[in-house]
């Protein structure tokens, strides 16, 4: 059989990027935190004991992506109770912050780069009580026990690979000092092959396994914490760490073409608007135009440029605002904006919308926020692993955008997120900064289900592309029929409230003209748009598929038995 090329990295190895198992199937960004997860299962740890080694491992093999300093969305499916939960870990906002944090005192935006490399940016992070809550209820191993493998893996060293090494090119300039030292020693980046220990990640995953997490928010790692972030001008305190608390959520559920689908609930409005785009479309018969088509093409856009109209709008920390998410939901808001789609031009009245009369809460400002061309896309991670007994666990974690704020904790080895830049710049609105509260995030953590049996789950990095990527997989898989990793690889599209389209290497040239010519504006260069993992079940034939993005390495393993 011939395999096919996927060329949306030439560096990827395709072979170690799909798996078919009967037992069991991990997926991550990383060849080695998916051999992790893989021994988990084969010691007889369940999927929830696994994706906490996983998470462990990424912050050794993915330190620009994700860590102990970060946050995540991890949503659990326990086949027993047949229930899905979200241990939410996103973070939040020092007591210290207020509205117009990140304006200058002429009222203006400070400028991206500059609002997210300093201690202002850094969130108080919440991964690691959102592992604990799911071990506690769920697990069957100890947190210490999960931790060792990646702590002997930063004692040892591994390799720099591509990914990383292409993050450093791109993004240097974003670490601070005491990152400096070890991503760039002598002052240039690390190259591909280097070997890297990191003893003080090491120290710190030791720390975690004698002491417990308790330790990262109210014991040594927490002042060292305190310290650092003090130093580059940050507001949080032992108190904020202290107080921090994790939620226990309801998936946003929704369903597409017979498929019922559980996403991630608010603070992020990942799930929301993903569950929002599937409904604009459904009635559109998409499977009647080809993969490639400007027909497909056009309504992903102009679908994408609806509802993230109302992203932007509506969306805040349950905790401290009433959205209108019945109405952004309800069968005749969504009719009402469907009537936008037109098939002629890019249409110019794209605009939020009113759910409001749909709803029953209070009407509340929309403030709009400026576009910012130089804004950064945010990286993230996700992984995906399910077990012997058809538990599911579907994870998205992050420190925001490449190596977070830059900031690294002096003497513990890893960075801190900038997460912070997440609520509205230009305050006003639902999203923007206030003492307590998380701020709106994207993620999408995602698991379908057909007669009540998990069919496929998947998720992707980011930031607002997460959305785009796995809704258009998720089409891909129901509507195209393709096969998960042609799914996965079909080049994407996406567009959101900005003016250009950004696009993937292999879309169609004439659908592209044809576009260009009803009024849409293409970005001069393709690139590269998410990282999607997932995992397809085929309960008729007892099979379970894996399969990892060629956007980074990448890599599924199955099991047998």
């Not at 939901?329 to 037109?342: A, F, M």
Request: charge should be negative.
């Amino acid at each position: 059989m011939v395999q096919k090329q996927y060329k949306r990295s030439e560096k990827s190895s395709y072979d170690k990027q799909t798996a078919v198992g009967t037992t069991g199937m991990v997926v991550s960004p990383h060849p080695v935190a998916t051999e992790i997860g893989k021994k988990v299962l084969i010691d007889g740890g369940n999927a929830v004991d696994a994706a906490v080694a996983i998470q462990f491992a990424l912050n050794v093999t993915e330190p620009m992506m994700t860590g102990v300093g970060g946050s995540g969305f991890m949503m659990v499916y326990n086949r027993d109770s047949k229930t899905t939960k979200i241990f939410n870990g996103h973070s939040r906002a020092p007591q210290a912050a207020y509205p117009e944090m990140f304006v200058d005192e002429q009222g203006e935006i400070i400028p991206f780069r500059d609002r997210s490399t300093r201690g202002t940016a850094v969130a108080v992070p919440g991964i690691l009580k959102a592992m604990d809550a799911a071990l506690e209820e769920y697990g069957s191993k100890t947190m210490a026990d999960l931790i060792d493998p990646s702590a002997k893996l930063a004692e040892e060293g591994m390799s720099v690979n591509w990914v990383m090494k292409k993050t450093l090119d791109n993004f240097h300039y974003r670490l601070g000092d005491e990152a400096r030292k070890l991503y760039m020693p002598g002052g240039e980046p690390l190259r591909e092959g280097d070997i890297v220990k990191k003893e003080h990640l090491a120290k710190t995953f030791r720390i975690l396994q004698k002491e417990g997490i308790g330790c990262f928010y109210e014991g040594d790692i927490a002042d060292a914490i305190i310290s650092t972030v003090k130093e580059q001008g940050g507001f949080m305190t032992h108190s904020d760490l202290k107080s921090y608390r994790i939620s226990i959520d309801e998936p946003a559920w929704g369903d597409y073409k017979g498929h019922k689908i559980a996403s991630c609930n608010v603070p992020s409005a990942g799930g929301t608007t993903l569950l929002n785009i599937l409904k604009l479309l459904e009635t559109f018969n998409i499977e009647q135009y080809s993969p490639k088509s400007w027909e497909k093409y056009y309504l992903f856009t102009e679908a994408m440029r609806i509802a993230f109209a109302d992203k932007v709008s509506y969306f805040g920390d349950p905790d401290f605002v009433d959205m209108p998410l019945k109405g952004l939901t309800s069968e005749e808001y969504i009719e009402e904006r469907r009537k936008l789609l037109n098939f002629e031009r890019r249409n110019d009245a794209v605009d939020f919308g009113n759910p409001w009369k749909y709803d029953s809460v209070k009407e509340q400002t929309v403030v709009r926020q400026p576009f910012e061309k130089e804004r950064e896309r945010s990286e993230t991670t996700h992984f995906t692993v399910t077990d012997q007994w058809g538990n599911i666990v579907s994870c998205t974690s992050t420190v925001e955008h490449p190596f977070g704020s830059g900031i690294m904790v002096k003497g513990y080895g890893f960075m801190l997120n900038n997460e912070l830049t997440d609520f509205d710049a230009m305050p006003g609105g639902l999203n923007q900064a206030e003492p307590g509260k998380r701020p709106v995030s994207c993620k999408s953590p995602t698991i379908v289900f057909k007669d009540d049996d998990p069919v496929l789950t998947l998720g992707s990095p980011g930031g607002p592309t997460i959305i785009g990527s796995v809704f258009e997989t998720i089409v891909n898989v129901i509507d195209f029929k393709m096969e998960l990793k042609d799914a996965i690889e079909e080049p994407r599209i996406f567009n959101a409230n900005g003016p250009l389209i950004w696009w993937e290497g292999g879309i169609d040239m004439e659908a592209k003209g044809n576009l260009e010519a009803m009024g849409y504006e293409f970005a001069d260069d393709a690139l590269v748009i998410g990282n999607v993992q997932a995992i397809q079940f085929d309960r008729e034939n007892n099979r379970i598929y894996g399969a990892a993005d060629s956007s980074r390495e990448g890599g599924a393993i199955g099991l047998e038995g």
